[in-house]
């Protein structure tokens, strides 16, 4: 139940940021722990300790509250990604590099369930502010992950820009047909006839960007 001080609406700037970091931690909680697609707003309202009501004061609809975690999976994702291709020797195997982009993915979970959700579901039924401050953010991390990807493979900034799109893209879809966790995986891996549908996410991803690297640097050369 929620107390008085919970249920109270924050007036002060510091409080309402405090309040809205406590729905965004409660939501990527419920998400680590049942998928976004099974987390409503009522959920984290409870987990939170709110009212659904008091709690639309400050996000308007459970996509809004997703999509805010989707922009800052985007910017802890391009720097952890960007210090690691930082300490990287130009010229670095390509199946390397395409490893490291792969793994950096599969090591956060809730980004990846994210990165899916979001052209399917995050963008929809919020305001289009909110989803022009989510581009704007995923558009400038995909630009700077690109320049780091630059200065370890010869690539093009529109190449560059392409394969951090690829990563992310695949990185969702895949992460949902691995689909991690629940009955569906447990099904594909008992029933022998469904072997074929057991994804493991990494070495797939690694080798599709790996594929595409070397591509680019058989054109380059074919140029």
């Known amino acids: 139940m929620a107390t008085r001080s919970q249920s109270t609406r924050a007036r002060s700037p510091e409080a309402k940021r405090a309040r809205e970091a406590a729905i965004l931690d409660a939501a990527a909680r419920l998400a680590m722990t049942s998928g976004i697609r099974a987390v409503t707003l009522t959920d984290i309202a409870v987990e939170v300790g709110m009212h659904k009501s008091a709690m639309l004061r400050y996000f308007e609809t459970r996509e809004e509250i997703f999509l805010r975690l989707a922009a800052a999976g985007w910017m802890e994702w ?99 047909m691995a689909a991690p966790g629940t009955e569906l995986r447990r099904l594909y891996e008992s029933d022998p006839d469904l072997a074929h549908a057991v994804v493991d996410v990494a070495p797939r991803l690694t080798g599709i960007l790996g594929a595409m690297l070397r591509g680019y640097d058989a054109g380059s050369e074919a140029g």
């Open 78 to 176: 391009s720097r952890a990604v960007r210090e690691r291709l930082d300490g990287a020797t130009p010229g670095t195997d390509r199946h390397a590099v395409a490893g490291l982009l792969a793994e950096s993915l599969v090591a956060r979970p809730l980004f990846c369930d994210l990165l899916a959700h979001t052209p399917m579901n995050l963008e929809r039924n919020v305001s289009l502010e909110s989803v022009r401050c989510f581009k704007l953010t995923a558009i400038a991390e995909v630009g700077a992950v690109g320049e780091a990807l630059c200065r370890v493979v010869p690539l093009s900034p529109a190449q560059a820009g392409d394969v951090v799109a690829t990563a992310t893209a695949m990185a969702g879809a895949l992460w949902q």
